[in-house]
Structure formats: structure tokens, C-alpha cells
Nanobody
Framework: QVRLVESGGGLVQPGGSLRLSCSAS????????MGWYRQAPGKQRELVAT??????????DSVKGRFTISSISRDSVKNTVYLQMSALKPEDTAVYYC???????????WGQGTQVTVSS
């Protein structure tokens, strides 16, 4: 099994920044990607950003232009993925879930979620 532990959520003012962290443990081999999804009240869970084991990032259109190419990063020694979020907007308010996808027939694992609230 895979265990994902998130940290770093909280309350931030519009235009502010937050850094999320997610540490993976357990059967963390054959990883395809690690990354972040989010779910706002009444909406479906959606992609924010993912990164491959070769450190190739992928960002949702909703965050492009606000997050830089290095906003998502991965420490392969610590098995941790980070998301540095900047220029946050109220519409970024959501529960952010860490995701790890592994295997040839991909299986997704999820963290418990961390709340991010952008409000003045």
C-alpha cells in the first residue's frame, strides 16, 4: 500500500502564497507521477499539477501564468512532492489532495486532503 501525508494548507489573503508538501511511504515503486488535485465545494475534483519521475511538470490551464515551471517539484530521496502556489485567488479555495499514480496499468493513491482558503 501507499501512504500519502500532506501538509501546508491554511488561510491566505488574495495574492499571497502557500507551499504544500506531500510525503509518500510504503510501496512507492513504479511511480508514474505525483502531484496535486483539488476539489471545491459542489465541484468535481480537478487537476492542479503533476510531475513525472523525470521531473517533467504538467499544469492545469487554471494555474498557468500564475504558477512557474518550477512550482511543482519533487525530492526523490525524501519521496516528497511540493507545490509552491503564488498569486492565489479566492477561486483557488478548495481541499487539495496529493496524488500518486503508479504501475503499468495505472493505479491512483490519494492523501487525506488539506484545506486551502484564499480570503481577505
Amino acid at each position: 500500500q501507499v501512504r500519502l501525508v500532506e501538509s501546508g494548507g491554511g488561510l491566505v489573503q488574495p495574492g499571497g502564497s502557500l507551499r504544500l508538501s506531500c510525503s509518500a511511504s510504503g510501496s512507492i515503486f513504479s511511480i508514474n507521477t505525483m502531484g496535486w488535485y483539488r476539489q471545491a465545494p459542489g465541484k468535481q475534483r480537478e487537476l492542479v499539477a503533476t510531475i513525472t519521475t523525470r521531473n517533467s511538470p504538467n499544469y492545469a490551464d487554471s494555474v498557468k501564468g500564475r504558477f512557474t515551471i518550477s512550482s511543482i517539484s519533487r525530492d526523490s530521496v525524501k519521496n516528497t512532492v511540493y507545490l509552491q502556489m503564488s498569486a492565489l485567488k479566492p477561486e483557488d479555495t478548495a481541499v487539495y489532495y496529493c496524488n500518486l499514480q503508479k504501475g503499468y496499468s495505472p493505479v491512483d493513491y490519494w492523501g487525506q486532503g488539506t484545506q486551502v482558503t484564499v480570503s481577505s
